[in-house]
């Protein structure tokens, strides 16, 4: 039996993703693991890279996805922190271990410019993987490395919130539902928008605090003021991008901050800097995290049994369809690709 995967082949395009066999590889280094891949979720840059987006420069053929969960298969010579039949999740970037990457760090990734998880098995150094929480399936933990863990280091890292505070998560997408539980499990309050009022329903049984339908409230800025008795948000995570980062500048307060995480609606545009200027707004970059951020997000998922929000569940042949319908943005949390 072959290593089945799903591959980019030739050129970039959903129809250019292809399923195909390669090795099952026989020969591991001293420090290496075999993990017997099960599940992968997607995210949005899954979608860019397979569509030629994110990286027209990347090299072909790629195995796509940067998130996996899965089971130790076989270990090397010297590799001391697992064993057989332990359940682990690889890490995004596969050399940033802890304290702040360098470059080297960052382009150590999987999903690109390295292959990713998107296979039945995959070889990966001791130190890129972490362990699964006991207490969640496959399914459930493969939402983690990316999303859960940008949303981790925004709200626990970077937000410099406390009980109390008040944080805006936009949108319903995986990273936003992850900032809502982590910042609800700091006690913060928390204020979320969606163009869905069902979906904005579920975000409540979550605990969100206040709801903003932003399709019917296009000054949604306004409502975060009212929501904070007019003084703005101390976080924000903001997934929109160049397309609602000058409702975010007048949402946040005085020397509060902007997690910029996504660019789901443009990543560029003119915008006024004053705001940031004017009121000592910090706006912070978030790259998911190091091996040291993830192990000690699951220690905090498995103290207070968070469960990840999967909002669908596709099999192995279903890759196209499950990319597609992550594209259309109907999806509320996290959309898997589950082949067990």
């Keep these: 039996m072959g290593n089945k995967v799903w591959e980019i082949q030739g050129n970039f395009g959903i129809q250019n993703l292809k399923e195909t066999d390669r090795e099952i590889p026989e020969t591991l280094a001293p420090k290496e693991v075999l993990v017997r891949l099960t599940a992968t979720s997607l995210n949005y840059r899954d979608y860019l890279m397979v ?8 090299k072909l053929p790629l195995i796509p ?5 899965g089971v130790v298969e076989a270990v090397g010579s010297e590799v001391t922190l697992w064993k057989k039949g332990d359940r682990v999740l690889p890490i995004f970037a596969q050399k940033w271990l802890d304290g702040a990457p360098n470059m080297d760090n960052l382009r150590s990734t999987l999903g690109g410019p390295n292959d990713g998880c998107l296979a039945h098995y995959g070889k990966f150094s001791e130190e890129g993987l972490v362990s699964t929480p006991s207490h969640l399936n496959d399914k459930e933990a493969a939402t983690l490395g990316c999303a859960g863990l940008t949303a981790y280091n925004a709200v626990v890292n970077f937000g410099g919130i406390e009980p109390g505070s008040d944080v805006l ?17 700091m006690g913060a309050r928390v204020i979320i928008t969606s163009s869905s009022d069902e979906k904005l329903a579920r975000a409540k049984t979550l605990g969100a605090d206040e709801t ?7 000054n949604w800025e306004r409502d975060v003021r009212k929501h904070t008795k007019m003084a703005g948000a101390d ?5 929109g991008g160049a397309g609602t980062m000058q409702k975010s500048m007048m949402s946040v ?6 997690a910029l995480i996504g660019v789901l609606a ?12 004017m009121q000592g707004v910090k706006v912070q970059g978030v790259i998911v995290g190091s091996r040291s951020d993830f192990t000690r997000m699951n220690r905090a998922i498995e103290q207070n049994q968070m469960k990840p929000v999967v909002d669908k569940v596709f099999g192995w042949k279903e890759v196209p369809e ?8 109907k999806h509320f949390g996290k959309v898997v690709v589950s082949w067990e």
């Design 253 to 258: 307060k005085p020397y509060g901050t902007i």
């Design 51 to 58: 569509i030629g987006t994110y990286n027209p420069r990347q």
């Design 322 to 329: 499950a990319l597609e319908y992550l594209q259309t943005g």
């Design 266 to 277: 443009g990543g560029e545009s003119s915008l006024s800097l004053y705001p940031i200027l």
């Design 212 to 218: 903003i339908n932003y399709s019917t409230k296009s």
């Design 235 to 239: 976080l924000i995570i903001e997934v």
């Design 65 to 69: 996805c940067s998130d996996g969960a």
């Design 169 to 185: 998560c936009l949108g319903t997408g995986g990273v936003s539902l992850f900032a809502l539980q982590f910042a609800k499990m």
